[in-house]
C-alpha cells in the first residue's frame, strides 16, 4: 500500500519560515518524481516545486528565491523550506509521487500553510 505523509505545516507570520516534510512508503522512492502542490480556497491545485529522480529541480515563479525542494533517498523524504513566507502562500499543500513506469501517481492527505500576522 501506497502512502505519501505530509508533516511540517502550521501558522506562521508574514516572513517566516516552514520546512514540509513528506515521507514515503510502499514505492521504490528513489524511482520517483516528487512535487509538491498547493491548493487555495476557490482555487486550483498548482505545482509549487518538483524534483526528478536524478535531482534537478523546478519552481513556480512565484516561489522562486523562497523555496527549495530536496530529497533523501535514504529516508524515503522528500522536502520544502519554504522561507520570506507571504500571505498569498496559505493554502493546502500535497505531495505527489510520480514515474513515468507507474499510470497512476500518488498524493498525500495534505498539510495546512497559514501566513498571517
Known amino acids: 500500500q501506497v502512502q505519501l505523509v505530509e508533516s511540517g505545516g502550521g501558522l506562521v507570520q508574514p516572513g517566516g519560515s516552514l520546512r514540509l516534510s513528506c515521507a514515503a512508503s510502499?514505492?521504490?522512492?528513489?524511482?520517483?518524481?516528487m512535487g509538491w502542490y498547493r491548493q487555495a480556497p476557490g482555487k486550483q491545485r498548482e505545482l509549487v516545486a518538483g524534483i526528478t529522480s536524478s535531482g534537478d529541480t523546478n519552481y513556480a515563479d512565484s516561489v522562486k528565491g523562497r523555496f527549495a525542494i530536496s530529497r533523501d533517498n535514504t529516508k524515503n523524504t522528500v522536502y520544502l523550506q519554504m522561507n520570506s513566507l507571504k500571505p498569498e502562500d496559505t493554502a493546502v499543500y500535497y505531495c505527489?509521487?510520480?514515474?513515468?513506469?507507474?499510470?497512476?501517481?500518488?498524493w498525500g492527505q495534505g498539510t495546512q500553510v497559514t501566513v498571517s500576522s
Open positions: 505527489n509521487a510520480a514515474w513515468p513506469g507507474n499510470p497512476a501517481d500518488y
Open positions: 510502499g514505492i521504490i522512492f528513489r524511482l520517483y518524481a
